[in-house]
């Protein structure tokens, strides 16, 4: 059983954050008219509203940051360019992004020009998501049926909330495998430093860094937003518009376990690539929120699963985990944090999640409770009120 008081959220450092393209190519130009006073932003997004792509231009902040923010634009900009939406933007964003954190984003985006100028790719055909050479047939067919019943023949609910699947092609796990061997010796060649996932995995790269960024929102976009929709209606009924993408490994020379936590993830894709290895099986223990992180899990919560090449596990980013010792060979895992921005932001005006998390059902049905006895108590008291008023009123009639 693992130590409750170990578990932390993994925060993430600068490397973590969705916030860069790497090539930018063209500055937004100053429009008049647009940005000044009156016009308010939307506090519920228009999902009807189709965003644009920012990302060919030179921007202070993330292009998924514009897409997301463009649905919360009022009424009147939305048909305007996408320019003068970028610079209304932009304007709004440096009024309420703190210095430090735009600092943090214009060096991360040197960062990622650095690695992209000087990494030379070994194999370029996986930067590029081509779905018939990535994926299982079972998981393009269960995706391409796009209703619930496929969806849920393919991806086996092992227990509540943990789904798996078999999911990439032993080939592509196999170059992805060598692309992951020759960054690190690009690495190690060039004596670079890189930033690690996460704060918890000392081992292990970022893809988003070096250049899979597009090809893994699109896996997102097109893969794992459907299929979150329907297996977890409670956080994707809005969908999963950014990521944090990486790489984790586990052996000799490597990271050896993994302690108990939560990820900054609505949704946790985490597939195995390989190679040989004993060990390393996850253990799960529950979704909880951030006020019932600690609480203890009951038996039906309990699960382990072992990695199997090229199958996947997908799960809420806030099911509590951790991850065995590897105790032989070299274990190398995908993992992919599905963000979204909406749930966040409405995650802000909630104080309970009695929807998902069992702590806060537990606490309202103890608050339930509590109200049922209180109210009984005055019905019962007031009752007796009554009959001693009669006996009262009758003892002084007569
Ligand atoms: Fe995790
Ligand atoms: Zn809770």
Not at 86 to 106: F, K, N, S
Not at 230 to 249: A, K, M, N, R, Y
């Amino acid at each position: 059983m693992c130590n409750l008081s170990r578990l932390r959220s993994m925060a993430l450092d600068s490397s973590g954050k969705q916030s860069e393209q790497q090539q930018p190519q063209q500055q937004p130009r100053v429009a008049p008219g647009i940005g000044e006073a009156g016009l308010k932003l939307r506090r519920i997004p228009n999902e009807e509203h189709e965003p644009e792509s920012y990302e060919d231009l030179e921007l202070d902040f993330d292009p998924a940051l514009y897409s997301s923010l463009e649905r919360h634009l009022p009424e009147q900009l939305l048909n305007s360019s996408r320019l003068d939406k970028a610079r209304y933007m932009r304007d709004i964003l440096h009024r309420y992004c703190p210095v430090t954190e735009r600092v943090r984003i214009q060096r991360h985006r040197e960062y990622r020009q650095k690695i992209v100028s000087s990494y030379q790719r070994l194999h370029e055909e996986i930067y590029s998501l081509d779905a018939s050479s990535f994926f299982a047939p079972s998981f393009l067919e269960a995706v391409s049926g796009k209703s619930e019943e496929s969806f849920k023949n393919t991806f086996v609910q092992s227990k509540s909330g943990i789904f798996t699947f078999e999911m990439l092609k032993p080939r592509f796990c196999e170059m992805l495998l060598a692309e992951v061997e020759h960054m690190e010796r690009w690495v190690y060649d060039s004596r670079s430093t890189i930033m690690r996932p996460n704060t918890l995995n000392k081992f292990g790269v970022v893809l988003d860094d070096f250049g899979f960024e597009s090809m893994l929102q699109k896996l997102v976009d097109d893969f794992i937003s459907p299929i979150a929709k329907v297996l977890f209606p409670e956080v994707c009924g809005t969908s999963l518009d950014s990521h944090h993408g990486f790489i984790v490994e586990y052996g000799k020379d490597r990271d050896v376990d993994l302690g108990f936590h939560v990820d900054d993830a609505e949704v946790t894709l985490n597939v195995c690539l390989g190679k040989q290895f004993s060990g390393g099986e996850l253990y799960f223990r529950g979704v909880r929120c951030d006020n019932h992180v600690n609480s203890e899990s009951i038996e039906e919560e309990v699960y382990d699963y072992s990695h199997v090449p090229g199958h996947a596990v997908l799960h809420r980013g806030r099911h509590r985990h951790g991850a065995r010792a590897t105790t032989a060979g070299h274990r190398v895992n995908l993992i992919l944090w599905c963000r979204s921005s909406t749930f966040r932001d409405m995650k802000n005006f909630q104080t309970e999640f009695s929807g998902w998390c069992p702590g806060c059902k537990r606490d309202r049905q103890n608050r339930q409770q509590a109200s049922i006895k209180a109210t009984t108590e005055v019905l019962k008291r007031r009752a007796a009120e009554k009959v001693l008023a009669e006996l009262a009123s009758r003892s002084s009639a007569n």
